[in-house]
Structure formats: structure tokens, C-alpha cells
């Protein structure tokens, strides 16, 4: 739903309130000539996946851990699919810009810029094999292989037209979740193909994503399979959690808290949020359910009173920006009195990969669940 997507572009604002940095060409080397780029597929392993729940030693009681830990993904790299398919164009695709659809045409898939608050559409890209034709990054794009391109949003995820012109895409692709809008329309006016894609914040979400991205870079058939192989990873993911997870009853009762210190922000994440996807994946209880929070609410102390989270979900640059769990204790009394904070029991993990539902959802939620059951085996302190 439209919805979801709104809610990424609210978080975005929420990030860096006040911050009104945007790039220059400049920024992004304006004057270098627009020679192929080196991001070479063929020079990248994809190793094998090795899930961080296999012969884990997962805790016997995990409601009465104690301590915080940390979300790690075994391998941060974003799998290609085994078979590559050549873009068939010119193709003709549906944009799904805030103020309608509209048919956009796609005649060369050779320069991509990818770009949303998550980073999943360049992953999505990257894992249809398309990789080699990106040409510049939003900030939270920050898997293996994406290093060296040039990075086209500013400190408050906003965009400049003529640094993305100077780099002369030949197609756009964003989901509405960067903007300012009128800097992407700038890009359209331009004679640059802009595609809207919806990129809602679930896992079904991250398979449509697969198709329209894969149907804009002129591979549909690669996009099907690509959001058949999501569907299938998650499922079998989720069956893997749900094994080693407590059974009805003793679930852990579960909130997701999206913190910026710096600005005061303190949210509560409800249902269709994102928040609520990864909570019953996890195999927890949606206590922001329980309480009729839909969206993301400011916190307040009678909310989380209510909710009484037995731990609670954050990103680790959130985390931080309080000054870690101490200084969120100090500042917020009253989630020192639910059992998350008596317990310490937070889980934090990268700001642009906890929500970034794409072709990591799977490995995503799997180092979650290792980090909340057998945190010995997710690289953090348990």
C-alpha cells in the first residue's frame, strides 16, 4: 500500500531533522567523463550463505537473558541470481509517482541510478545481475561491490538534480522516499527515464519489488525469479525461528523503537510499519498490536507502559544516538520499568539493513533471531 511507503519518507525526514544538506556535482566528480563503471560483477564472490542458526547454541530460557546484543549478518553480500538475463528493450513500464501512475518508456538500462531510503532497490538491481550498470548510490547502499561508486544523496537524503545529470543516467529508478520531488521531477524533465517502483515494508513487499525493478530494467523474467527466491528464503527462514523459538505462551513480547537523539525523536512502530513484519517473523508478540498502534506513533510513557516489551528492537546508529542503552534509561524512565529494560534486553542492528526489506530479507531476520536466541552465535556480546 501507498501507506508504507509514506511511512519510509516520514522516517527519512525524522533521520536528520534540520539538516538540509544536499549534494553538488561536485560532489559526485561532475567533471570526470562518464566512462563505463567499475563495479565488475565478475570480480565480485558471492560465497555461500551459511545461515548464523545452524548448530547454534540457542538459549534455554531467552525471556530471562539479560544484556543487549547485536543483529550481524554472516555475510553482507547481496547474492546474484544464477542465471543473468539480457535486458529486452526498449519496454514500457508503470510509474507509480505520488500523483498517479504513468507509463514510462525504458530504451537503455546501461547507467542506473537506484535510490530509497533503504537501499533495497539497488540491492534489487544488484541481485538480477545488473549491478555493473549502477552508477551512483544512495547513502544506505552500502553492500560489498557498491564502494567506490559515487554517493547521490546528502546528509538528510535528499538529492540535486544536476549531480545525478552529471553522472548521465540513462535510467532512474526510486521508490519516492528520497527527494525533494522536485529534484526527481527536474530529472524527468531532463529526458531521463524515471520509474516509481512501490516498495512497501514487508516481505511480500520485497518480492513486487523484484518484478517492478526487474520489469523496468527490461529482465521480468529475471525479476519473477528473483521474487520467487525472496518468498523462498523467508519461508524457510521463518520455519528455522519458529523451531527454535518459545512456543505459544512463552513468546517474547516484542516492539520496534526508532530513536535519533539528536533531533528528540522517539517513535513507537506499529502495524505496517515494518516493525510489525520482523516481530512476528522473529516468532515474538506485536505488543504495538496488542495496542492498536498502527504506523509510528511519538512514544509516549503510557504507550510503552502498556506494551511492556520483553525486548525491544533498534538500529544501531539510533542506539547510539542516545548514548547506548544507559543514556535511553536515563532519558526515557518509563521503559526502565517494562521488562526490556530491567533486562537490558535490546537488539540493535544497522540502520540501512534492519528494515531494508530486498533480496537480504531472509539473512536479515535470521541474524535478528540469532542475536535475540542464540546471541553467542551473532558476533555480539550476549
Known amino acids: 500500500m501507498r501507506h508504507l511507503r509514506h511511512v519510509a519518507i516520514a522516517v527519512a525526514a525524522l533521520a536528520l531533522a534540520g539538516c538540509g544538506v544536499s549534494l553538488t556535482p561536485a560532489d559526485v566528480d561532475a567533471a570526470a567523463p562518464p566512462d563505463p563503471v567499475g563495479n565488475d560483477l565478475a570480480a565480485v564472490v558471492e560465497p555461500e550463505y551459511v545461515s548464523p542458526l545452524d548448530d547454534a547454541e540457542v538459549l534455554e530460557d531467552p525471556g530471562a537473558h539479560v544484556g543487549e546484543s547485536t543483529a550481524v549478518l554472516s555475510d553482507d553480500a547481496v547474492r546474484v541470481l544464477d542465471q543473468v538475463d539480457e535486458p529486452e528493450l526498449p519496454t514500457t513500464v508503470t510509474s507509480h509517482p ?5 507509463q514510462v518508456t525504458v530504451t537503455d538500462a546501461t547507467r542506473v541510478v537506484a535510490m530509497d531510503i533503504a537501499g533495497s532497490i539497488a540491492a534489487t538491481v544488484w541481485a538480477l545481475g545488473h549491478g555493473d550498470a549502477l552508477v551512483g548510490r544512495d547513502a544506505a547502499s552500502d553492500f560489498p561491490g557498491v564502494e567506490d561508486l559515487p554517493v547521490i544523496t546528502g546528509s538528510s537524503h535528499t538529492v540535486n538534480a544536476e549531480a545525478i545529470l552529471a553522472l548521465e543516467p540513462t535510467l532512474v529508478i526510486t521508490d519516492g522516499s528520497i527527494g525533494p520531488t522536485d529534484s526527481v521531477d527536474q530529472l524527468s524533465d531532463a529526458g531521463v527515464p524515471v520509474v516509481y517502483v512501490t516498495n512497501n515494508a514487508t516481505f511480500d513487499g520485497a518480492e513486487e519489488l523484484a518484478r517492478q525493478v526487474g520489469a523496468a530494467l527490461g529482465v521480468a523474467d ?17 520455519a528455522r525461528i519458529a523451531a527454535l523459538a518459545p512456543q505459544e505462551g512463552d513468546r517474547l513480547r516484542m516492539v520496534f523503537l526508532y530513536l535519533r537523539g539528536s533531533a528528540g525523536v522517539y517513535y513507537l ?86 528494515l531494508a526489506f530486498g533480496p537480504r530479507s531472509a539473512q536479515i531476520v535470521e541474524a535478528l533471531a540469532a542475536a535475540i536466541y542464540a546471541p553467542a552465535a551473532s558476533g555480539s556480546p550476549s
Open 98 to 102: 505520488r500523483d498517479g501512475d504513468v
Open 222 to 238: 529475471s525479476g519473477e525469479r528473483l521474487a520467487m527466491r525472496i518468498g523462498s528464503e523467508v519461508a524457510d527462514a521463518t
Open 269 to 354: 512502530f506499529g502495524e505496517e510499519s515494518g516493525g510489525d513484519e520482523l516481530v512476528r517473523a522473529l516468532g515474538g508478540v506485536d505488543v504495538a498490536a496488542e495496542i492498536g498502534l498502527e504506523g509510528m506513533k511519538p512514544l509516549t510513557d503510557e504507550a510503552m507502559l502498556a506494551a511492556d516489551p520483553d525486548l525491544i528492537l533498534v538500529m544501531t546508529n539510533g542506539i547510539e544516538s542516545v548514548g547506548g542503552v544507559d543514556g535511553l534509561l536515563e532519558a526515557k524512565p518509563a521503559i526502565a520499568l517494562t521488562q526490556a529494560g530491567q533486562q537490558r534486553r535490546f537488539v540493535d542492528m544497522a540502520d540501512s539493513q534492519i
